[in-house]
């Protein structure tokens, strides 16, 4: 499911740029291989190279413009940034919808098996892209995901070789167990909402997915876990089932703040320091 043709052109295309004090952050895009293009930011430092790379995805409730704080900091230590907007988050809801059809379309697209696929395939192709590059270090490749991106990257991990180091923030071992089984209100609303055959479609499609059929599989690539005591959305079995799972080398941290990780500066210093460690950036 997640195979993808990659002699697909990347036509690539920067619709604008803006230039600060030591790097310029770009306004990009690139071919998706299930069509459209894929919005993003590219954070490239002014000087030096060939540039270390992280690639970012955000958490369900953002976008490309999630970590630019973060990638905007790592590119003064050298650091080129790849923020991509994930699937489900590339389009706007019609205005003039009642509350009911926006509540239906939101289930609907939670429900998509594919744009779960696609996120995770164009995650690997802006890994292309990278590679497309002539100043970026190739051997120096590290990613960072949090929540939908943690939970996604869970899956990259086990199938693409070409990044060596994770950060996954507040990710699900098992999607489809979360939606079969937590009290969380929008889990039960989905379940409530969907006809019954219409659910278990949707859980036998998306079961074989879940991260923890892939999480073995990312030696030698290393792995940071970062989780919330008392997450909203991710229960503390789930949380432990995602490390003791994961190939190694590995490494867990636990903080005490939301599902978000709003303001825990603790988190943001801790995996700004693997990241820097991870990539061989040298910090003084």
Not at 43 to 53: E, I, K, L, R
Not at 178 to 203: D, V
């Amino acid at each position: 499911m997640l195979d993808y043709e990659r002699s697909l052109p990347l036509d690539f295309e920067e619709s604008s740029c803006i230039e600060k004090d030591g790097y310029t952050v770009r306004d990009v895009s690139y071919l998706s291989p299930y069509g459209g293009k894929v919005p993003a930011y590219l954070v490239v430092p002014d000087t030096g190279g060939p540039f270390p790379a992280v690639v970012f995805m955000h958490p369900g409730q953002g976008s490309r413009i999630t970590f630019l704080h973060e990638a905007e900091a790592l590119a003064l230590k050298g650091i080129v940034s790849l923020l991509i907007t994930a699937p489900a988050m590339r389009s706007r809801f019609p205005k003039d919808l009642s509350e009911e059809q926006k509540l239906n379309l939101m289930i609907e697209t939670i429900t998509n098996i594919r744009q779960y696929t696609q996120t995770v395939v164009d995650i690997q192709r802006g890994v292309d892209l990278l590679c497309s590059f002539g100043n970026i270090d190739l051997n120096r490749l590290a990613y960072i995901g949090h929540s939908l991106g943690a939970t996604w990257g869970g899956v990259l991990a086990g199938v693409e070789e070409r990044i060596k180091s994770y950060i996954l923030m507040a990710g699900f071992p098992s999607v489809s167990e979360w939606h079969k089984t937590s009290e969380h209100p929008l889990a039960a609303l989905i379940r409530a909402k969907l006809p019954r055959e219409q659910f278990n479609k949707f859980i036998s499609e998306l079961e074989p997915l879940n991260a923890i059929h892939y999480i073995n599989k990312a030696t030698p690539a290393s792995l940071l876990f970062q989780f919330v005591h008392d997450d909203e959305f991710v229960p503390k079995h789930q949380a432990d089932t995602f490390y003791s799972v994961a190939s190694s080398p590995k490494e867990i941290s636990w903080y005490k703040t939301d599902h978000l990780f709003t303001n825990c500066d603790s988190a943001y210093q801790e995996r700004t320091q693997w990241i820097i460690k991870q990539l061989g950036i040298n910090d003084n």
